[in-house]
DNA sequence: CCGAATCCTTACCGATACTG
DNA sequence: CAGTATCGGTAAGGATTCGG
């Protein structure tokens, strides 16, 4: 995007000045958003189910068999979580037998954007953080985490 | 603004395409990084701690100071982590007591960029969310998942 | 075809106490 | 100051079974 390099760190800073205030009250939830969508993108199968929805709208089984590994408790249940958070709507046909769509909402698709940003960033820098991963625990096998200075 | 909206959405597709190529090969890990890489971003405290050294390094003491709410064995365990993936360095010097400091790496400050525009769009769209969430199971009280079609 | 409901096994994570 | 070690509660999530 046209925005410079180095505006990530301030934006950031900001930001967490915003979600210390959140702290300040102790209403525990609804006062604090922001925690709650950040656990929702890293919870386990939400990115997955919105990339697959990406692409093009989706019926329940074609989720299923899109996504192989995920169990149809939490296929159920993350697109209740999704729906709920208003990123993705579901659309019942009255067909026998029932035929339920899922689909992106408007909101649903602003989030592409910084999402895709942020999966680019982990696929460009997925070598370097796997050896960094190898390298952490290095020397004979020994298991020293005392001083290392790799800048 | 050189790219396009949808841009997000043909990247997110092609992405899909990859990690389901990871599904093929059963090597559980360390073969699809990007997933490893969510959850990590997704886990309860490293986005809070990135925050903190975005804005300058730190010392331990001073990350516990400025997240409250943090276990000493979270923060310890969470810096471990980053550590590991390379994203953030740990300094010791050797004075009594012993000082140790932690700041981003170059690796580290790259991820500022796409993590500030996701955590923008939580923080744009938080309103939007809450109230998602309200209007999910509205009507009488009832609860009823049935048909609805908002966009 | 599209779920809901139940059980049950893990892992996360906080609290607490101890070390160098 | 900057950790490590251990215990235990809780909740996420998989397997399975039943319903409309």
Same mark, same amino acid.
């Given at each position: 995007?046209?925005?410079?390099?180095?505006?990530?760190?301030?934006?950031?800073?900001?930001?967490?000045?915003?979600?210390?205030?959140?702290?300040?009250?102790?209403?525990?939830?609804? /006062?604090?958003p922001v925690r709650g969508i950040m656990d929702?993108?890293?919870?386990?199968?939400?990115?997955?189910?919105?990339?697959?929805?990406?692409e093009r709208p989706h019926r329940y089984g074609?989720?299923?068999?899109?996504?192989?590994?995920?169990?149809?408790?939490?296929?159920?249940?993350?697109?209740?979580?999704?729906?709920?958070?208003?990123?993705? !709507?579901?659309?019942?046909?009255?067909?026998?037998?029932?035929?339920?769509?899922? +689909?992106?909402?408007q909101l649903g698709l602003t989030l592409l954007?910084?999402? !895709?940003?942020?999966? /680019?960033?982990?696929?460009?820098?997925?070598?370097?953080?796997?050896?960094? +991963?190898?390298?952490?625990?290095?020397?004979?096998?020994?298991?020293?985490?005392?001083?290392? !200075?790799?800048?």
């Amino acid at each position: 995007m046209t925005i410079s390099f180095g505006s990530g760190r301030s934006r950031l800073v900001q930001m967490k000045q915003r979600i210390d205030e959140c702290r300040e009250q102790p209403d525990d939830d609804e /006062n604090c958003p922001v925690r709650g969508i950040m656990d929702r993108i890293g919870s386990k199968w939400s990115v997955m189910l919105i990339m697959v929805l990406a692409e093009r709208p989706h019926r329940y089984g074609e989720i299923r068999r899109a996504v192989p590994d995920i169990s149809q408790r939490m296929l159920t249940q993350t697109l209740r979580e999704l729906q709920q958070d208003g990123l993705i !709507s579901r659309h019942v046909h009255p067909t026998t037998p029932p035929t339920v769509e899922y +689909r992106l909402t408007q909101l649903g698709l602003t989030l592409l954007d910084p999402l !895709s940003g942020l999966l /680019n960033w982990a696929e460009t820098h997925s070598e370097a953080i796997v050896a960094a +991963r190898l390298a952490y625990g290095a020397a004979d096998g020994r298991v020293d985490p005392g001083l290392q !200075s790799a800048v």
